[in-house]
C-alpha cells in the first residue's frame, strides 16, 4: 500500500515569509508525528497528534510553529515568519496506534535564505 | 543521565564481518524498543523491533534486548556495503507518550 507521503520535498524560501507543509499519512493510521533534523543532527521530536487532537505539543520550537490535522488524515505544519534556524528536514511519521511502529515519510527540506 | 545513548562511531568494519551496534536507554519502563536505518540524504527506515527479552533474528539482523541491564543491541551478519548507514535506536518512554530517539551510530562497511 501507499507509504506516507510528504509535499512539498523542496522548499526554499526567503526569511519572513510563511511555509506549510504537508503530511500524507498511511490510511487508517491514527497517529501522527512532526520531527526536524537539521544536517548532520538526531531526531528533534515536534509534535504528536492522536487523531486530530494533538496531546504533546511539547518540542515545538517557538509560537511561529503550529500545526494541525484534519479528518484523522492529511496534517499541515505551518512555520510563520520563517527564520534561518529553522532550515532542516521537515520529517513525518504515522502509527497504526500510539504505541506501533513509526513509519516515516520522505521528508520536505526547507531553506531559508 | 541521557535518555538514550549511542556511539556516535563512525564504526568500520570489513565486508563480511560482523557489525555490532548497541544502545543503552535509562527508563525502566520502557516496552517496545526499534532499530532504524537511515541512509545519508533519506528519512529513517525500520529495520526491526523487538519487545521482549532476548534475541530476534530477521535475515542478517539480529536485535538482542535485555531490559534488566538496559541495553539493546543490533549484530548485522555478512555486512555488506550497502550496509553502510546511520543505525537509530529508539524506544518508547514509560510514559508511553512519544518515542525516544538515539543519536545514531554511523557504519561504514568498507569493500
Known amino acids: 500500500g501507499a507509504g506516507v507521503s510528504q509535499s512539498p520535498s523542496n522548499k526554499v524560501t526567503e526569511k519572513g515569509k510563511d511555509v506549510e507543509l504537508r503530511c500524507d499519512p498511511i490510511s487508517g493510521h491514527t497517529a501522527l508525528y512532526w520531527y526536524r533534523q537539521s544536517l548532520g543532527q538526531g531526531l528533534e521530536f515536534l509534535i504528536y497528534f492522536q487523531g486530530n487532537s494533538a496531546p504533546d505539543k511539547s518540542g515545538l520550537p517557538s509560537d511561529r510553529f503550529s500545526a494541525e490535522r484534519t479528518g484523522g488524515s492529511v496534517s499541515t505544519l505551518t512555520i510563520q515568519r520563517t527564520q534561518q534556524e529553522d532550515s532542516a528536514v521537515y520529517l513525518c511519521?504515522?502509527?497504526?496506534?500510539?504505541?506501533?511502529?513509526?513509519?516515516f515519510g520522505p521528508g520536505t527540506r526547507l531553506t531559508v535564505l | 543521565q541521557k535518555e538514550v545513548e549511542q556511539n556516535s562511531g563512525p564504526l568500520s568494519v570489513p565486508e563480511g564481518a560482523i557489525a555490532s551496534l548497541n544502545c543503552t536507554y535509562s527508563?525502566?519502563?520502557?516496552?517496545?524498543f526499534f532499530w532504524y536505518r537511515q541512509y545519508s540524504g533519506k528519512s529513517p527506515e525500520l529495520i526491526m523491533s523487538?519487545?521482549s527479552n532476548g534475541d530476534k533474528e530477521d535475515g542478517r539482523f539480529t536485535a538482542q534486548l535485555n531490559k534488566a541491564s538496559q541495553y539493546v543491541s543490533l549484530l548485522i551478519r555478512d555486512s555488506q556495503p550497502s550496509d553502510s548507514a546511520t543505525y537509530l535506536c529508539?524506544?518508547?518512554?514509560?510514559?508511553?507518550?512519544?518515542?525516544?530517539w538515539g543519536l545514531g551510530t554511523s557504519l561504514a562497511v568498507n569493500p
Open positions: 523487538i519487545y
Open positions: 511519521a504515522s502509527s497504526a496506534n500510539r504505541l506501533d511502529t513509526q513509519y
Open positions: 527508563d525502566r519502563g520502557s516496552q517496545s
Open positions: 529508539a524506544f518508547y518512554a514509560g510514559n508511553n507518550r512519544k518515542l525516544i
